[in-house]
């Protein structure tokens, strides 16, 4: 069998995931010893090509077309080349862009379509793993197809790192269609005042804060540590912290020596943007809560009998909530 | 002009849950509806109730069994017009739905709707595919775009001007034509509460259930090449020190490290 793994880039940068990708890509056409073909699009494709080349990797399909993703074009490309090569396996990143064009080329190709993959074994078919309620279980599903396509979770798999040999070769895509969708820019948000991703000490508030009232229990707490507040993305989402304090992996990425993550039960979007904390405390009611998997110390405990009691232990006055 | 919002009955797991065979066992599961489509609920609400915008019609559809009424009459409480569910023996029967028979069941609906847009949640909160909205969009031969967290239409000009939330605090700024279908980010808004008087007009608006037949389908959009095979509590990969005790000595064991690490003087 064969495998075809999509590249994604963004303003001008290759993402991580693509490497991941070729390590993925690589040991789902090692169960059978076929290639591992890899397809950029847009951009500087031959800048991009160079940091494809990975060991594993046989061919790198260029398609120089436009600059930014636009999912039509991605759509277009990729069905045509899929329908050139036949690859067993069409392997795309579980990103907020490849969840923009993958369900539609699944759908032209006619091919099942497994998203948001933790793990895979395969052999004469593919038995692929992934999370469901929130994390709370995994299962596995047996794919039962000639043709199928997955897209597999950001940083599960190590970045392919050692220099490869590939050949390179343009593929002329047929994108000249009208364009129905129209990317007109891209703006950062989320700045301001306070810069979370400078802090050293991050104590971070999550959905068991269960109302806004409550919110200045939890800035006392970082205030009386002379630590930064941060959160969540439900707190965000509800409007009781701006954008810029949210961690995660469409808020910030944060690296602080110490993260104490308080009513946070970890999902994996929160984690991806924490996890290089050195050291993470968690406070949670519910001990089979994710974030107990990353934490190095927790207090399975109800944050509002523990967090006035940590104030009062550094001299602060707990606010009545 | 017509909103179509796909709205779906979601389960909920307690934390402290079993598993029988290859699903959660029903005495472990709450159903609600599914946060994405809230949002997705409340922006279409949102549009009807606009200036100038007095002619929008919303629709939800469902697929679901009866159980799923509640979580559709509360869409109609937060202000939809009517509401549509589609179910089937087969349907029940069936393993799963997967992402293939979604699409089909949401597109035979659409078909018949034609609503010039389509609002669904990014995603399900127990599936997780993250994938139907996209699929429903190419199967009707419409735009699309995903993960949007703004959202203003140009109802005469046909236009959506959408931000779309990428990873890392970036947003793309993209023009989608219509008809389409947009996947909705949470906190693009902010949902309404149903109110009593909601809840009272939601019993008496029109509530259409359709089984396979009446959608023009038969029994093989349930046909999959996937099948369930497992399903486990993961290991927890953890070795978190717990501190144990009451709030004040988990707290004072937590002043200590905290104070061991320099974090505080005092």
């Known amino acids: 069998m064969s495998v075809l793994a999509v590249a994604e880039h963004r303003r001008g940068e290759l993402r991580d995931v693509s490497l991941e990708l070729i390590t993925a890509g690589r040991r789902l056409a090692d169960a059978t010893g076929g290639d591992l073909d890899v397809v950029v699009v847009g951009g500087d494709v031959d800048a991009f090509a160079d940091r494809l080349d990975r060991e594993g990797v046989d061919t790198i399909y260029t398609v120089d077309e436009g600059e930014e993703f636009n999912h039509e074009v991605y759509a277009d490309a990729v069905e045509q080349l899929h329908a050139e090569l036949e690859p067993t396996a069409l392997v795309a990143p579980n990103s907020v862009n490849g969840l923009d064009y993958v369900p539609a080329v699944a759908e032209r190709l006619g091919v099942p379509l497994i998203t948001d993959v933790i793990d895979f074994e395969a052999g004469d078919g593919i038995e692929v793993t992934r999370e469901q309620y929130g994390g709370k279980v995994e299962t596995t599903y047996d794919v039962d197809a000639d043709q199928y396509a997955v897209t597999v979770r950001p940083a599960e798999w190590p970045k392919a790192e050692a220099a490869g040999d590939a050949a390179v070769e343009p593929f002329d895509a047929d994108v000249g269609g009208d364009l129905g969708t129209t990317v007109n820019g891209f703006e950062e948000v989320g700045g301001g005042d306070v810069d979370i991703t400078e802090a050293d000490v991050l104590v971070s508030v999550g959905r068991g804060i269960e109302e806004e009232d409550n919110i200045p229990l939890i800035e006392e707490l970082a205030d009386t540590l002379g630590a930064t507040l941060s959160s969540s993305r439900p707190i965000v989402d509800n409007g009781w912290l701006p954008k810029n304090r949210q961690v995660g992996q469409s808020g910030k990425v944060v690296t602080p020596d110490v993260y104490i993550a308080i009513g946070i039960s970890g999902a994996v979007q929160h984690v991806a943007g924490m996890k290089g904390a050195d050291t993470i405390i968690a406070i949670n009611t519910d001990p089979s809560a994710p974030i107990y998997d990353i934490a190095d110390y927790g207090i399975v405990d109800d944050l509002f009998d523990v967090v006035p009691e940590l104030i009062e232990e550094f001299g602060g006055e707990a606010p009545d909530v | ?266």
């Open chain 2, 1 to 266: 002009m017509k909103i179509l919002v796909t709205v779906k009955e979601v389960a909920e797991v307690d934390d402290e849950f079993s598993i029988s065979g290859l699903d959660i066992d029903e005495s472990s599961l709450e159903y609600d509806l599914n946060e994405w489509d809230d949002y997705a609920v409340e922006e279409a609400v949102q549009l009807s109730e606009a200036d100038g915008h007095d002619d929008v019609e919303v629709v939800t559809v469902t697929v679901g069994p009866e159980r799923a009424e509640e979580t559709v009459r509360m869409a109609l409480a937060k202000g939809a017009d009517r509401a549509v569910r589609v179910w089937d023996d087969a349907l029940e029967e069936a393993q799963f739905l997967d992402l293939d028979a979604k699409a089909e069941l949401l597109a035979a609906v659409a078909e018949e709707e034609e609503p010039d847009l389509v609002l669904s949640g990014v995603q399900a909160a127990d599936d997780a595919n993250g994938a139907t909205g996209v699929a429903l969009a190419e199967r009707l031969g419409v735009e699309w775009a995903a993960v949007v967290n703004s959202l203003e239409l140009d109802a005469d000009a046909g236009v959506a001007s959408v931000r779309r939330e990428l990873e890392g605090g970036v947003e793309e700024l993209t023009d989608v034509e219509l008809p389409a279908v947009l996947t909705i980010q949470t906190g693009i808004n902010e949902p309404r509460y149903a109110s009593l008087r909601g809840i009272r007009q939601a019993q008496r608006k029109p509530l259409e259930v359709y089984d396979l037949e009446d959608v023009g389908l038969d029994e093989s959009v349930v046909d999959s090449p996937v099948e369930r095979t497992d399903m486990y509590e993961p290991e927890s990969e953890g070795d978190a020190t717990v501190w144990e005790g009451s709030s004040e000595d988990t707290a004072e064991e937590l002043a200590d490290f905290l104070r061991d690490k320099g974090v505080v003087d005092a």
